[in-house]
């Protein structure tokens, strides 16, 4: 599955950003990833869901400003970033992970897309 990651910016603390993960072709039981890194910082993990979209995760470090959607209909995952703050500021990836039952959002990540950064400041 071909991913490609979309809709950063460069925005002012407190505002909103949605991301966009596309995917080339259809990505029927695949699980989508949400990363990102920051200069100098390990990737980190934000946020999955599941091919149906029963299944999802929130990193503790965005929880309640971060929200991961689905549309299957237009293969795409939305990553909905509410309340930005300076230390949001990265590179933000997608990748896809297979996802038997339809129903695990975790599993072994790949198929890297291009990232796109997002900045923001104080």
């Known amino acids: 599955v071909q991913l490609q990651a979309s809709g950063g910016g460069s925005v002012q603390a407190g505002d909103s950003l949605r991301l966009s993960c596309a995917a080339g072709?259809?990505?029927?039981?695949?699980?989508i990833g949400w990363f990102r890194q920051a200069p100098g910082k390990e990737r980190e993990f934000v946020a999955a869901i599941s091919w149906s979209g029963s299944s999802t995760y929130v990193a503790d470090s965005v929880k309640g400003r971060f929200t991961i959607s689905r549309d299957s209909a237009n293969y795409t995952v939305y990553l909905q970033m509410n309340t930005l703050k300076p230390e949001d500021t990265a590179v933000y990836s997608c990748a896809a992970a297979q996802d038997p039952t339809g129903d695990t959002w975790f599993g072994n990540f790949g198929s890297w897309g291009r990232g796109t950064q997002v900045t923001v400041s104080s």
């Open positions: 072709r259809a990505f029927s039981f695949y699980s």
